[in-house]
């Protein structure tokens, strides 16, 4: 079924190409009753135009209906790992990474739907080192689907640092059962868009040190202060990080006073409402989330 375009002096413009991975928002001004004398918009395309998600072979099929000129649009970077024979134990055996896996195969339509919210998955967790989210074709690799026990698609196994035999991903599949999924067995804590919560950062084990900080007089604080600075050594990876975090934020609390945590905060604050680089954003999310801690 098709339906004919009746346009004159029609204003294409492409307001924004494309959001995440495949994702167009154009306007159409200025329509007109004459019939333009262009080729026809099938009804899918018409329906992923209302969608406002036209792949890169729709949007040009959107541009010649309206402009006559064939043009070829590039699909921008995924940010899931594909794999293949040559790197698969590379990437999802790394005993240093948590790796999510999707065994799917081009054909199915199952994979197909769960395509764009696999991506924002990848996306959220694109600033994770230590997070993997990947796929293969399973169709296609043959194999490597039987020797993990794949028999449906899509499949979703999940190999976690100390476990990379596998294990099932029996969750849901929206952004924020993945998102659930992933921060619970990796430690992580983001939300659907990527970015740090308020959870960031924060380490349960130096919560009573923090405490008695607070309450204590100057002179204590010092002795509480190397305390803390003994149980940071402690800790390893992400946790070190942390807690270097918590120790710049307790001698602050000590040069500068009692008011230096809320005064931090917000100019942190002021800097995070502007438009700057996701590290950037990280950083300083981790350090308001530290902070407050010392409130």
Known sequence: MSIRVSAANTVF??????????????NLK???????QRPLLSLSTLKEINAHRPKPEVFAEVVYCFTGTNVKIATLPSSVVVLNADNFDEVVLDETKDVLVEFYAPWCGHCKNLAPTYEKVALA?????DVVIANLDADKHKDLAEKYGVSGYPTLKFFPKNNKAGEDYNGGRGLDDFVSFINEKCSTSRDG??????????????????KDFVAANNDEKKTV???IEQEVEKLKGSSERYGKIYL?????????GADYPKKEIERLQRIL??????????EFTLKKNILSTFM
């Open 125 to 129: 967790f694109k600033m994770e080192e």
């Open 193 to 210: 868009k990527g970015q740090l919560t308020s959870k960031a950062g924060i380490l349960s084990s130096l919560d009573a040190l923090v």
């Open 225 to 227: 202060f190397s305390k």
């Open 248 to 256: 710049k934020a307790a001698k602050s609390c000590l040069e500068k």
């Open 273 to 282: 409402d502007k438009s700057i680089s996701p590290a950037k954003a990280d």
């Open 30 to 36: 200025n329509m007109k009753d004459h019939e333009l």
């Open 13 to 26: 413009r492409a307001t924004q190409l494309f959001s995440g991975s495949q994702k167009a928002l154009w």
